[in-house]
């Protein structure tokens, strides 16, 4: 079984910094792509920031330059570094990765539990 961990998450005053990290493991092949997402209440999912096998980083608008994504692939974490928070950032921050399972060489998408982010103004 392949699992993804958030950890990193809490509360931060409007202009600070926060790193959330996610630890994939289990029955791991490769990792095609990782990504960080997050979801407010009462608002829609919106995808913050990928970066893809051989790199190539993308970030949504609202974040660049102030986010930036990175990952270990010895360590099969991916990270966020979160700074200059707005709290219009204060959501559930969500990893998702596409992951071929070792067992089975079969890509599949795969979601952590989500860390919740605090902004306060």
């Known amino acids: 079984q392949v699992r993804l961990v958030e950890s990193g998450g809490g509360l931060v005053q409007a202009g600070g910094s926060l790193r959330l990290s996610c630890v994939a493991s289990?029955?791991?092949?490769?990792?095609?792509?990782m990504g960080w997402y997050r979801q407010a209440p009462g608002k829609q999912r919106e995808l913050v920031a990928l970066?893809?096998?051989?790199?190539?980083?993308d970030y949504a608008d609202s974040v660049k330059g102030r986010f930036t994504i990175s990952r270990d692939n010895g360590k099969n974490t991916v990270y966020l570094q979160m700074n200059s928070l707005k709290p219009e950032d204060t959501a559930v921050y969500s990893c998702?990765?596409?992951?071929?399972?070792?067992?089975?060489?079969?890509?599949?998408?795969?979601w952590g539990q989500g860390t919740q982010v605090t902004v306060s103004s």
């Open positions: 998702n990765a596409h992951i071929i399972d070792r067992a089975t060489m079969n890509l599949n998408n795969y």
């Open positions: 289990g029955s791991i092949f490769s990792i095609n792509y």
């Open positions: 970066i893809l096998s051989g790199g190539n980083p």
